[in-house]
T-cell receptor
């Protein structure tokens, strides 16, 4: 696989349900980022990993949000007790490093709708 | 006030014209600047990056950076209808490690 792969592409959850969103980054990419994008807005930072270490989780909106990357490759973003305001597109991106010239490579995103 | 500001648009230009997209940022420690293009319903894709003051050209695209003014812009020459998309400015403070995005400018190129 040449690109970042996210699954599922679409997820409908009833309010109060837990969801898990998966991201498989480009092989060899050290850094992995999660962003939340609401309609008509730019991506908002949630959290990022360098290998398996979560270096910044300052963007996670509440303690209902949890992310992990236990082996330094695949990452999962978990949202517990979903609320309607969690409805958004969740974008995963990876980069080779966190250096100045290392752009983000985005997956196709997971569109979460909470009803 | 957002850390990265862009005019939301929509910006409309005729085919063949120059489109000018602007971005300002508040973090003086920002070191790298990226422009991404996002088609409707798709994910962002990199157009180009710049980290030194001045101009950087890549084909029909030119990025301009002025760190003193905390300003970065993207010029698209000979605009094509296929350039119609939302253009996202992203700013990176390497010490922080993350990219901070503006809300994007929507560009429409009319045939």
């Amino acid at each position: 696989g040449a690109g970042v792969s996210q699954s599922p592409r679409y997820k409908v959850a009833k309010r109060g349900q837990d969801v898990a969103l998966r991201c498989d980054p480009i092989s060899g990419h050290v850094s992995l980022f999660w962003y939340q994008q609401a309609l008509g807005q730019g991506p908002e930072f949630l959290t990022y990993f360098q290998n398996e270490a979560q270096l910044d989780k300052s963007g996670l909106p509440s303690d209902r949000f949890f992310a992990e990357r236990p082996e330094g490759s695949v990452s999962t973003l978990k949202i517990q007790r979903t609320q309607q305001e969690d409805s958004a597109v969740y974008l995963c991106a990876s980069s080779f490093t966190t250096g100045n010239n290392s752009p983000l490579h985005f997956g196709n995103g997971t569109r979460l709708t909470v009803t | 006030q957002k850390e990265v500001e862009q005019n939301s648009g929509p910006l409309s230009v005729p085919e063949g014209a120059i489109a000018s997209l602007n971005c300002t940022y508040s973090d003086r420690g920002s070191q790298s600047f990226f422009w991404y293009r996002q088609y409707s319903g798709k994910s962002p894709e990199l157009i180009m990056f710049i980290y030194s003051n001045g101009d950087k050209e890549d084909g029909r695209f030119t990025a301009q950076l002025n760190k003193a003014s905390q300003y970065v812009s993207l010029l698209i020459r000979d605009s094509q209808p296929s350039d119609s998309a939302t253009y996202l400015c992203a700013v990176v403070n390497t010490n922080a490690g993350k990219s901070t995005f503006g809300d994007g400018t929507t560009l429409t190129v009319k045939p």
